[in-house]
Nanobody, 121 residues
Framework: QVQLVESGGGLVQPGGSLTLTCAAS????????MGWYRQAPGKQRELVAR???????DYANSVKGRFTISKGSAKNTIYLQMNSLQPEDTALYYC???????????????WGQGTQVTVSS
């Protein structure tokens, strides 16, 4: 019913930059907010950044000042601009959205397939 597609991951040297994109599509009735999470090997999935429909943002302490989450001009699209990347930022990055559809009561969490970000020299 709802699909999230991420793009923009890749291999970058320390100090480099990448921009991730996530687009949600499908039977979306209300979008309550979207965000980015990441999971490194052997670690739990953690919040990186999230944004509300009114554009309030929240960041993990480890990325504050380096990463910026924003909404795209296309509806239900978000970006994550990542600057000053470090090896510890290496992880699989997942897009998340809290969405209700016209055929359900309440809302659900939806996840993308993930896009790999590798920071290495």
């Amino acid at each position: 019913q709802v699909q999230l597609v991420e793009s923009g991951g890749g291999l970058v040297q320390p100090g480099g930059s990448l921009t991730l994109t996530c687009a949600a599509s499908g039977n979306i009735f209300t979008n309550y907010g979207m965000g980015w999470y990441r999971q490194a090997p052997g670690k739990q999935r953690e919040l990186v950044a999230r944004i509300t429909p009114s554009s309030n943002t929240d960041y993990a302490n480890s990325v504050k000042g380096r990463f910026t989450i924003s909404k795209g001009s296309a509806k239900n699209t978000i970006y994550l601009q990542m600057n000053s990347l470090q090896p510890e930022d290496t992880a699989l990055y997942y897009c998340n959205a809290v969405i209700s559809t016209a055929t359900m009561i309440g809302s659900s969490n939806y996840w993308g397939q993930g896009t790999q970000v590798t920071v290495s020299s």
